[in-house]
T-cell receptor
């Protein structure tokens, strides 16, 4: 069965420090992978997505993620965190068919940024 | 574009009452998704539609939940009768299906409290 695991429930990072959020997936075929961000009281916004090709994908707000098939991982990174990055981050795997992409989300990682 | 529109944004009701959540997808999108977010279970896909037809409703928790999409610009999620354990944030998302995989755009959510 498809599943997504985000091992870290809560992470605190100092402003200006680097960030890595972990994501592991279980999927029988080539996965379609996504990272979304949710600010308090808001809906989800797509940060980046991976379908094929270059395993290092760039997203919005300075985020990037690397797909590692051998480790079934799709970790999210940012070299320097800003206070505005404090939010909840969700990794998701999608199964694609002509009817659209149904997403399975991880439980999320809450990022706090300290000054 | 106005994005995905959900109403109401907040709903407080008493156990046993009927609750109807509404969603207007982005114009031109032909896939629509209903998700539920709780602390315990995270983000769960309840049901999704393609071209107004329900494709997968396996995530609908029980018969008290029903969803309809009478046309391309409107969908409802109904809970009858509501129970306290239905308290959650309900998100609607839309995407354009077919061809390349497309991003799901999320609405702001409806926060439901059942007393």
């Amino acid at each position: 069965a498809q599943s997504v695991t985000q091992p870290d429930i809560h992470i605190t990072v100092s402003e200006g420090a680097s960030l890595e959020l972990r994501c592991n997936y279980s999927y029988g075929a080539t996965p379609y992978l996504f990272w979304y961000v949710q600010s308090p009281g808001q809906g989800l916004q797509l940060l980046l997505k991976y379908f094929s090709g270059d395993t290092l994908v760039q997203g919005i707000k300075g985020f990037e993620a690397e797909f590692k098939r051998s480790q079934s991982s799709f970790n999210l990174r940012k070299p320097s965190v800003h206070w505005s990055d404090a939010a909840e981050y969700f990794c998701a795997v999608g199964s694609f068919n002509q009817a659209g992409t149904a997403l399975i989300f991880g439980k999320g990682t809450t990022l706090s940024v300290s000054s | 574009d106005a994005g995905v529109i959900q109403s109401p944004r907040h709903e407080v009701t008493e156990m046993g009452q009927e609750v109807t959540l509404r969603c207007k997808p982005i114009s031109g999108h032909n896939s629509l998704f209903w998700y539920r977010q709780t602390m315990m279970r995270g983000l769960e896909l309840l049901i999704y539609f393609n071209n107004n037809v329900p494709i997968d409703d396996s995530g609908m928790p029980e018969d008290r939940f029903s969803a309809k999409m009478p046309n391309a610009s409107f969908s409802t999620l109904k809970i009858q009768p509501s129970e306290p354990r239905d308290s959650a944030v309900y998100f609607c998302a839309s995407s354009s299906a077919g061809g390349d995989i497309n991003e799901q755009f999320f609405g702001p959510g409806t926060r439901l409290t059942v007393l």
